[in-house]
């Protein structure tokens, strides 16, 4: 016989699969129609749910594109964690570079990706959602940056402002090819976080 808590996870995983599709199915829908052409039937309809069931875990359009935003963003920081941390990178400055190369190679051949993210990179690691894994992503940034430069007075206020000078570039880069390509920014880009972090 199944004890009310096996009943009680039961039901919680049957939750975490509904959302989980959700913004599966939103991801999807985004990335071949865009945000501003799918609506919340279509999202709904992909997902095999009713939309009564998407109230349950979203408010809106606009909040199952930001959380869509908020996880692939945080996918984005954990795959240049994981790249940087394999090629055994020790100087924080170097740290800080690959991480940002690395995103920046992956959005530049993911133009739609680049597209939905748009200049909010930075929900990756500023939001009010509690992940644990993203939270020490950011704190590694964060406390790297104060032993590398105990000069610097707020860090994390500094890492915010990387993250969104780097979103800023690589959308108008990428997207409008404003001022000019990607590869073409990098090295002014890279040659300014260095002075931020100095």
Same mark, same amino acid.
């Given at each position: 016989m199944e004890n009310s808590g096996e009943h009680f996870s039961k039901v919680e995983e049957k +939750?975490? &699969?509904k959302r989980e599709n959700l913004l599966s199915s939103a991801y999807t829908l985004f990335m071949k129609k865009g945000s501003f052409n799918t609506s919340i039937n279509d999202i709904v309809e992909d997902a095999g749910v009713a939309k009564g069931t998407f109230y349950l875990y979203f408010e809106d359009k606009y909040d199952i594109e930001e959380k869509v935003i908020i996880e692939k963003s945080r996918l984005l920081f954990d795959e240049a964690v994981i790249n940087t941390t394999n090629k055994k990178i020790n100087d924080y400055q170097d740290k800080l570079i690959? &991480?940002?190369d690395y995103i920046i190679n992956s959005l530049s051949k993911n133009k739609d990706l680049t597209e939905l993210i748009g200049k909010y990179l930075y929900l990756g690691l500023f939001n009010e959602e509690n992940n644990e894994d993203? &939270?020490? &992503? +950011?704190?590694m940034l964060v406390v790297g940056l104060k032993q590398y430069n105990k000069k610097i007075k707020n860090p994390e206020a500094v890492i915010f402002m990387i993250v969104n000078l780097v979103s800023s570039v690589v959308y108008d880069s990428i997207i409008f090819d404003r001022p000019t390509n990607i590869e073409s920014l990098k090295p002014v880009l890279f040659s300014e976080i260095k002075k931020m972090i100095q």
């Open positions: +939750k975490q &699969i690959n &991480i940002f993203y &939270i020490d &992503i +950011k704190k």
